[in-house]
């Protein structure tokens, strides 16, 4: 049974950083892309992130770039997501999601597993 859990969302201020886990199980993930999407109340889902488990080749959404990193330690199974100088729209739910490689980056209907999403708040 797959099982993505993402950890280490909370509530901070505007210019904080925070640092979101995503920890992998079940099956192996070395021909996927692991990816963090988020979605904020009235929005559809976006895309954050995302990494590939083998190569570690990876992919940043535009209202991200500069500021989030993605990152992945492979024998924990775990990818990471470090968010710096966050935003009040940053404030969503972030999910961790896992696609084959070749599907594509964008489109989270290509995901075929998701986490049950952890909350980020950020307050000016």
């Known amino acids: 049974q797959v099982q993505l859990v993402e950890s280490g969302g909370g509530l901070v201020q505007a210019g904080d950083s925070l640092r979101l886990s995503c920890a992998a199980s079940g099956r192996t993930f070395s021909n996927f892309r692991m990816g963090w999407f988020r979605q904020a109340p009235g929005k559809e889902r976006e895309f954050v992130s995302a990494?590939?488990?083998?190569?570690?080749?990876?992919y940043y959404g535009d209202s991200v770039k500069g500021r989030f990193t993605i990152s992945k330690d492979n024998a924990k199974n775990t990818v990471y997501l470090q968010m710096n100088s966050l935003k009040p729209e940053d404030t969503a739910v972030y999910y961790c999601?896992?696609?084959?490689?070749?599907?594509?980056?964008?489109?989270?209907?290509?995901?075929?597993?998701w986490g049950q999403g952890t909350q980020v708040t950020v307050s000016s």
């Open positions: 999601a896992a696609a084959r490689t070749g599907s594509s980056v964008l489109d989270p209907l290509k995901y075929n597993y």
């Open positions: 990494i590939t488990w083998s190569g570690g080749a990876t």
